[in-house]
């Protein structure tokens, strides 16, 4: 049987093309490999390669030849062993012709192509899900007072016990005992093998400790700030994130990135950013904001236990504050649970990270005005408690969001979005978003005061939507 | 972990000289060792083994670029036709049960180089539910972790790290394994390629970094882009001893691998090795093909063909031609069976959008 040869796609956008130059002539043997012809479009040349052997026996379509249709048969080769002669040209043009797609430069890539026929005979559905609740404390626990650096410290500590694969690594975490002094005393204890100083090269480093973690380490990676992570977010996103998906499930990235996240006090607009909102977006990720120290215990056990990469961000202004951290030997939290942490009939006060605190001193001077508030802490972004919020919203019908970060495209946003879609019929006002000012946070002390989020703010929020005047 | 920094302890007057004439610095030992000898004294199987599975990159990735015209293949498509005797020569000299590879996006070679069925990388290109990566992945991310190929990876030079950790991990898990890490001329001036060397020698880790130079990165030929084209120099300040090593002839890498695996696994840290090689083919699928001379390529394939230079020391050794032509032509069938079914097996299933996203349940 003789083989047509057809005209070649440079690309799948390419629909035709110049047949620039023959190279064999009929009559012609053919070896693989050998180049047959020269194929042209005004953006790139290629040279059109024989995969089969055999002999070149009619030239159907002359060199020089413009507007040849992808597809279209150009030449007849005759197999070994078959005469030239008996090779007949096919009836008709192959090629099919469609509408005109753009083809742009670059690496080449498909822009334009036409989606896959093949039919998709369900429609997929995102699952949903429903967390776990937190687990029960036994009653007549101590509760002991901790610090939120403390718990983090425990809990780092408590899993590199229990787990050899565990090690931390970051800028000044070992010798230093930490920038913050989160990881203080984990270098004595763990020594230099697990706690493990890296030099400036926060790219590097995430990096290293993602592919640590894909060679089955359990990476903690410590940013000393989270405005850092902006030289690594895309070890964090391209490389953590999606590997898991990439590679069908084959190769996880269970790795922390942890560090103080947010505005601190005074630092100026490069080192005072809330990133939730950024990380919250990335589907493979899981994103942990904790307020208080039992859950940021919890929370942070259980993101070192999770197989899944996991941004675990802190906050700098409420390292030094002490909270009631139940004494248990093993205390891990849910992901992506969030925890109502004053329960009240008149309003939602949605919040997550240091504004938890706001949103609870709020909430108590709106009891004093008779108004009965409800503080939601999310504790984790990604996955968020859709179910707890709406809950909440049947309940009181009326939910403000109080987030120390900028408005625009916020977890606040969010929120409001999933109110709108799920939670309408409930609504008795409009989802109201209190966060900052809307510019780089400014250095000038009475400036940052102005930008930042405050309770006076959350406050007027809470009584607008519930419309009472001030 | 980290090695005592020896200045603490030194002289003012001790200062640079201490460091040249440190016994440890031997950053030529390798290319000094290398050169005694740079030819792998190959047994004809091993010959006949490194023909084979050349031309079995080869021809998958010609098929591949037929597959791509035809509209098959989408995206980019980055084939390693040319550069068959880098990973060949080196992942030979590899102990699969230890060692671990990471690469960019022009990875079909190195995953047929681990003898990983046709079928799955060409359905993985395809896009089809029985590629490595369920289709979800494609050209530029293909995995086994079963072999220790740790990818795949799109961005230019983040690889690099990523071999690093996976090193940290031999080392911390002490398994006795190396990491080869790959990357291109034009990956060698990121900065977080940097980063990795310091760190790599800081902590004294087992990876080979390879520069894979084909010479150009897309358009850009390296010295439009390099102020040191000489790769293997790049590891000096880091204290990373470098290997120049001709890619275009798979006993050379093999001899290099030698090499420079023996020093990893003695525990003497990374080696950086650039591999001279040449890419027949556009950077991805479409490519304006303007940068060089057609001469300049038939040149390469004429005289450097990697696999036609194996073929004529089989041919002196005895080997018949009719004999090789027979392999040939059984990785053809090979070739065209796994082009036959990436084309006919099915696309994944729907509810596939939502798996592997995470691998937990919260
Ligand atoms: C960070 C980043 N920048 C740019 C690109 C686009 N890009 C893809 S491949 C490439 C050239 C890389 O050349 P080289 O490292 O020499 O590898 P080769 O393609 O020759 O194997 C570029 C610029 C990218 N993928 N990632
Ligand atoms: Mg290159």
Redesign the interface.
Known sequence: MATELKMPALSPTMEEGTLAKWLKSEGDKIEIGDIIAEIETDKATMEFEAVDEGTLAKILVDEGTEGVAVGAVIAMMADEGEDVGDVEAPSASAAESSDEKDDVEGEGKDVGQEPSEAEVTETAEKPTRSPASDPAIPEGTNMVSTSVREALRDAMAEEMRRDERVFVMGEEVAEYQGAYKVTQGLLDEFGAKRVVDTPITEYGFAGLGTGAAMGGLRPIVEFMTFNFAMQAIDHIINSAAKTNYMSGGQMRCPIVFRGPNGAAARVGAQHSQNYGPWYASVPGLIVIAPYDAADAKGLMKAAIRSEDPVVFLENELVYGRSFDVPELDDYVLPIGKARIVREGSDVTIVSYSIAVGLALEAAEELAGQGIDAEVIDLRTLRPLDKETVLESLKKTNRMVVAEEGWPTCSIASEIVAICMEDGFDHLDAPVTRVNNADVPLPYAANLEAMALIDTASIIKAAKKVCYIEE | ??KKPAAKTKTPDAGNLAAIDDPDFALKSLQEEFEKNKTFDASEEQMLHFYEQMLLIRRFE??AG?L????LI????HLYIGQEAVAIGLQSALDNDRD?V?TGYRDHGHMLAYGIDPNVIMSELT?RQA????????SM?M????HKF??????VG?Q???????????K??EDGGLTLAYFGDGAANQ??VY??F??AA??NLPICFVVEDNQYA?GTATKRSSAETRFYRRGTSFRIPGMEVDGMNVLEVRQAAEVAFKHIREGNGPVLMECNTYRYR?????????YRTREEVQDQKEHHDPIERIKKTLIEKGKSEDALKDI?KGI?TRVSEAADFAENS??P??????????????
């Not at chain 2, 989408?74 to 498509?77: R, S, T």
């Not at chain 2, 556009?282 to 303007?290: F, Q, R, T």
């Open positions: 972990m980290a010609e098929r037929q791509y015209g035809l509209g989408g995206g980019f498509c671990s990471i896009g590629g490595i990566s369920k289709g979800k992945g494609g991310h995995f086994s972790t079963e740790y990818g795949g990876h799109g961005i983040a690099v790290p990523l071999g690093a950790g996976l090193a940290f991990a031999h911390y898990n900065g977080q980063e990795a310091n760190m800081l902590w897309m556009g950077h991805s699928m479409s490519d304006p093909a303007k040939d053809r099915p696309e299933e729907a509810a596939e959008l939502y798996t592997d996203v995470l691998v937990e349940e919260y």
